[in-house]
C-alpha cells in the first residue's frame, strides 16, 4: 500500500506539450510510471513520448479511464484546468503550477469541497510511490533512486526541493520511503500536512513520518493538535526551517485582520514548541533526523 | 503582496461608488499649504507610505488652518515612518465623526475562504478590542462559489447593531467592497475608520490594500502603481535589490531568484530552493558564521541569470567569502549554476584560491558540475555529506581565512 498514488494510478497530464511537462513525462515513463493520456487544447492527434493528447480531458475520458491528473498549465489558466479536472470526475488532482493567483486557488480548493476530491498544491513538486514506481511531477528528475528507495517512512514537505533531501536523509539512516508528498509552497494548498498524515496513519505501509515544516500559516500548529487528539499515533520527525526569521526586523504589519485570524501563529519557535508538547520528535538540526529516525524505527 | 498607497485605494473606492474624502497628495509643505486652502480647513495630513499603523507612528496629524497643514507637512516629509522615508503627504478633508466603524476583507489561510470582519467600535485600538472584547467583533466566511449576498451584509450589520437608513447605506457599502475586493484581487482591504458622520453618512476615512503579486497580470489598473513584494520589506528595497530583481527579470520563466541585503556580514549566500536556503541561512548562524545577504534561487535558471545574481551577491561591500548550498536537485541543471558561478568569479577578478568559497551542487548533472569546479580552484561538494555539514565547512573556512575577525 501506499497513499494517494499507487500501481492503480492512471494519469493525465493537463498541458502536456510544454517543454517542463514533456521532459517530466519522459522521466516519469521510464521510471515506469503509466501516464495514460495528455491534454492540451489544438494539439489531438500528437503525442509526447508516445502518449497521446487530446484537446479536451472529456475526450481522453471517452478513450481510457482516468483518476489522477497533474496540471501543468500556466498561471492564467490553471484555474480552468483545475475546474476541467474536478468537472470530469478526476479524484486526485496535482498541480505543479507556481504563482497562481490567489483568488483562483480559494476557488478551486472551495470546488474540491463540494465535489468530492483532493488537490495536491498548488506550487508542488510532485508525488512519488518507489514500490510502484509511479512518480507525479518533476520529483525524482531522471534519477529517483539517488534519493528515492522503496521503504516505510512517509515524508511530507512544504518545499518542493527538501521533499528530494528529506527522502535522502531517510536513505542515509538506511531506510526508504512509502510514499513522499510535496504539498505545495504556497499559503492555500489543497492539502496542508495534517490531511496527508490522516492518510499515513491509514497507511499500513507507512510506519513513521518525516515532516518539513517552515515559517508562516498554521499548518505544523494544526498538525501538534491532530497528534495530541490521537489523529496521528505513528512516530512523526519535524523540522522547522528558518527560526532566523524570528530575529529580523519585522516588515510593518499591513493592517489589523492578519492578527484577528491568525493571532501569533506562524513562528518556528511556536510551532516547535507545539509539535513538541503534542509528543512529536522535533530535531533540532536536519542532520539529527537520521538519528532521531534510527531510534524511532528501532 | 503589493501594497497600495492610500491615494490609488481611494481613488478606486471612490470609482466602485465607495465615499471617501476630497484629498490632494502634496510633496512639499507649500503645496501641502495650498491643498489644505483648496479643501478648507480643518484637514488631516497623512504620511503617504506603504507602512500600515501610521496612527500609531505619529504621522496622522490634524490641522486647523493652512499654515498649520504646511507646518505638519515639513515635519512629516523630514520623517521616517518604520523605515519608510515621506516623500509625500495627503491633505484631506478632515470629516466630523461621530462613530467609527471597521471593515477589513481578506482571505482566512485557516478556512481558506474570504472572510468578512466587522465591527461598530473601530479606530486604531481596534486590535485591543478585539483581544479584551470578542463580541464586538463578527467574523464572517464568504462561500465564494456563491458571492456574497447584499442580504448577507445586512444580515452583519443587523447583527451588530445597526438600524434605518444607516444599516441601509453600510449594508449597500459592504456589499461593494467585497465586489472590488474580487475584481481586483486583493489579498486584503481594510476601512479603518469607515467614519459615521452627523448627518448619517459612511465615508471611508481611512484604508489599506494589498493586491496579490500573483494577479498583477490580470490587473492593468496597478500598472506602475504598485511595487509586487513590497508586503515582504521592512524598509524600501536597496539599489543592489532592485538591480536583481532586474538581473531575475531577464528570462523570466526559466528559474527565479530573491535577494535580500542584510545588516554587515561578510559570506555572501547564493543558497537554492526556498527550504534549502532556510536551513542554510539557519546553520550557518548556527556554526558562527555572518551571511551579508541573502538569495535564494531555484527552477532551473540559465547560466546569465545565475553569473548576474552571483555578481550581485559578492559585489556587496564587505563580502569575503562565498557559500552556495543547494539540496539534491529535482531538475536544475547543477554543470549550468557551476558555469554561471564560475563565470560570475571571472568577470570580478576574483581568485577562488584566495577566496573562501564553498558550493554543494547535487543532482542533475553533478559529474559535470564537479569537473568545472574543480578546474576553477572551487571548493566542490556533492552528495556526499549533507547540507548543514557545507555550512559548518564554510564558517571554519572563513575562521581560518580571516582569524583576526570577531565573531
Not at chain 1, 27 to 55: C, M, R, S, W
Not at chain 1, 82 to 102: D, F, H, K, S
Not at chain 2, 305 to 310: A, E, I, N
Amino acid at each position: 500500500m501506499a497513499i494517494l498514488v499507487d500501481k492503480n494510478s492512471k494519469i493525465v497530464i493537463q498541458g502536456i506539450t510544454g517543454r517542463e511537462a514533456s521532459m517530466v513525462t519522459k522521466h516519469a515513463l521510464a521510471y515506469g510510471t503509466k501516464i495514460v493520456a495528455g491534454v492540451t487544447p489544438g494539439k489531438e492527434g500528437q503525442n509526447v513520448e508516445g502518449v497521446p493528447v487530446f484537446d479536451t480531458l472529456k475526450r481522453a475520458c471517452r478513450e481510457f479511464e482516468m483518476n489522477t491528473a497533474v496540471v501543468y498549465v500556466p498561471p492564467a489558466f490553471a484555474y480552468d484546468a483545475v475546474m476541467e479536472a474536478i468537472g470530469n470526475g478526476i479524484a486526485l488532482i496535482v498541480i505543479i503550477t507556481e504563482r497562481i493567483p490567489q483568488q483562483d486557488a480559494v476557488r478551486f480548493i472551495a470546488a474540491t469541497r463540494q465535489n468530492n476530491c483532493t488537490i495536491i498544491g498548488p506550487n508542488s513538486v510532485g508525488i512519488i510511490t518507489p514500490a510502484d514506481r509511479v512518480k507525479l511531477g518533476a520529483i525524482g528528475g531522471d534519477n529517483a533512486e539517488r534519493c528515492f528507495v522503496s521503504g516505510s517512512v512517509g515524508v511530507i514537505s512544504r518545499s518542493g526541493g527538501m521533499t528530494a533531501e528529506c527522502a535522502w536523509m531517510v536513505k542515509q539512516a538506511g531506510f526508504g520511503v512509502s510514499t513522499c508528498v510535496s504539498i505545495g509552497g504556497d499559503a492555500f494548498i489543497g492539502s496542508p500536512p495534517k490531511e496527508i498524515l490522516r492518510l499515513f496513519e491509514n497507511d499500513s505501509a507507512t510506519e513513521a513520518v518525516v515532516m518539513w515544516g517552515e515559517p508562516g500559516t498554521r499548518y505544523e500548529e494544526d498538525v501538534a493538535e491532530f497528534v495530541n487528539n490521537k489523529g496521528f499515533t505513528k512516530p512523526l520527525i519535524a523540522y522547522i526551517a528558518g527560526r532566523f526569521v524570528e530575529t529580523m526586523p519585522e516588515g510593518t504589519v499591513f493592517g489589523h485582520a492578519a492578527s484577528m485570524i491568525e493571532g501569533d501563529s506562524g513562528k518556528p519557535s511556536i510551532k516547535m514548541a507545539r509539535l513538541r508538547e503534542a509528543g512529536c520528535h522535533v530535531v533540532e538540526n536536519f542532520n539529527d533526523v537520521i538519528p532521531i529516525l534510527q531510534d524511532a524505527m528501532a | 503582496m503589493a501594497r497600495v498607497l492610500e491615494n490609488i485605494g481611494k481613488d478606486l473606492l471612490k470609482e466602485n461608488g465607495v465615499p471617501a474624502p476630497e484629498f490632494r497628495v502634496a510633496a512639499t509643505s507649500e503645496a501641502s499649504r495650498r491643498a489644505a486652502e483648496q479643501i478648507g480647513c480643518p484637514v488631516v495630513v497623512k504620511a503617504l507610505v506603504t507602512a500600515g499603523k501610521r496612527g500609531k507612528a505619529g504621522a496622522v496629524k490634524f490641522a486647523e488652518d493652512p499654515d498649520e497643514a504646511a507646518k505638519i507637512a515639513e515635519n512629516l516629509l523630514a520623517m521616517t515612518v518604520h523605515n519608510f522615508p515621506v516623500e509625500r503627504v495627503l491633505v484631506e478633508r478632515k470629516l466630523d465623526i461621530s462613530q467609527e466603524l471597521y471593515v477589513s476583507i481578506t482571505y482566512d489561510p485557516v478556512q481558506m475562504a474570504p472572510i468578512i470582519i466587522t465591527s461598530t467600535a473601530g479606530g486604531i485600538d481596534i486590535e485591543e478590542i478585539a483581544a479584551a472584547h470578542p463580541e464586538k467583533i463578527l467574523k464572517y466566511h464568504v462561500n465564494i462559489l456563491n458571492g456574497f449576498n447584499l442580504y448577507e451584509a445586512k444580515e452583519i450589520w443587523s447583527d451588530l447593531g445597526l438600524k434605518g437608513s444607516i444599516l441601509q447605506k453600510a449594508t449597500t457599502i459592504l456589499g461593494r467592497l467585497y465586489q472590488l475586493f474580487v475584481k481586483y484581487d486583493c489579498t486584503i482591504l481594510e476601512i479603518n475608520p469607515l467614519a459615521l458622520t452627523p448627518n448619517d453618512e459612511l465615508i471611508a476615512a481611512a484604508m489599506l490594500m494589498g493586491v496579490d503579486d500573483d494577479a498583477l497580470y490580470r490587473q492593468p489598473y496597478f500598472s506602475k502603481k504598485v511595487e509586487a513584494g513590497s508586503d515582504r520589506a521592512w524598509r524600501p528595497l536597496t539599489v543592489l535589490e532592485k538591480k536583481m530583481i532586474e538581473v531575475d527579470k531577464t528570462e523570466a520563466y526559466r528559474g527565479t531568484a530573491r535577494y535580500t541585503e542584510m545588516e554587515g556580514g561578510n559570506i555572501g549566500f547564493f543558497c537554492g530552493g526556498g527550504g534549502g536556503s532556510l536551513l542554510s541561512y539557519d546553520a550557518l548562524l548556527r556554526f558562527g558564521g555572518k551571511p551579508a545577504n541573502y538569495t535564494e534561487f531555484g527552477g532551473n535558471p540559465p547560466e546569465a541569470k545565475v553569473r548576474g545574481l552571483v555578481k550581485g551577491v559578492l559585489s556587496k561591500p564587505g563580502v569575503q567569502g562565498f557559500y552556495m548550498n543547494l539540496n539534491i536537485t529535482n531538475n536544475t541543471q547543477t554543470d549550468i549554476v557551476a558555469k554561471g558561478i564560475i563565470g560570475a568569479f571571472k568577470d570580478l577578478n576574483i581568485d577562488p584560491g584566495k577566496f573562501p568559497a564553498v558550493l554543494r551542487l547535487a543532482g542533475v548533472h553533478d559529474a559535470e558540475a564537479r569537473r568545472l569546479c574543480t578546474e576553477a580552484g572551487l571548493e566542490y561538494h556533492g552528495d556526499d555529506i549533507t547540507m548543514e555539514d557545507t555550512a559548518r565547512i564554510m564558517v571554519e573556512k572563513m575562521r581560518k581565512a580571516f582569524p583576526g575577525e570577531a565573531d
